[in-house]
């Protein structure tokens, strides 16, 4: 499976961005990442293959929304209201795992990432 994120950017504090990720073959649960300057990767949310059922980080809940087109193998992570602690590497990622795994270590595959500014 290779998967491909888009959308990443520069926004001011309060703006919004859409990030894609297209996979290639199969569907699976998936997932978001994100990882900034000095800090460890951590989960932002993801979606369950089966049923669609979506989980999401304390600090991102109520902002950020994802979705999914499983015609095109397309996912989305839609980010409102941004801050600047929300700067980081956006990774998207792919689980055969039941559910939605909120451990990086049960993501099998991985994007190259996309860069999010969110300017002060």
């Known amino acids: 499976v290779q998967l491909r994120e888009s959308g990443g950017g520069l926004v001011q504090t309060g703006g919004s961005l859409r990030l894609s990720c297209v996979a290639s073959?199969?569907?699976?649960?998936m997932g978001w990442f994100r990882q900034a300057p000095g800090k460890e990767r951590e989960f932002v949310g993801g979606?369950?293959?089966?049923?669609?059922?979506?989980e999401y980080s304390d600090s991102v809940t109520g902002r950020f929304t994802i979705s999914r087109d499983t015609a095109i193998y397309t996912l989305y992570l839609q980010m409102n209201n941004l801050k600047p602690e929300d700067t980081a590497v956006y990774y998207c990622?792919?689980?055969?795992?039941?559910?939605?795994?909120?451990?990086?270590?049960?993501?099998?595959?991985w994007g190259q990432g996309t860069q999010v500014t969110v300017s002060s």
């Open positions: 990622a792919a689980t055969p795992r039941v559910g939605v795994p909120r451990s990086e270590n049960a993501y099998h595959y």
């Open positions: 073959g199969r569907t699976y649960s």
């Open positions: 979606i369950a293959e089966i049923g669609g059922r979506t």
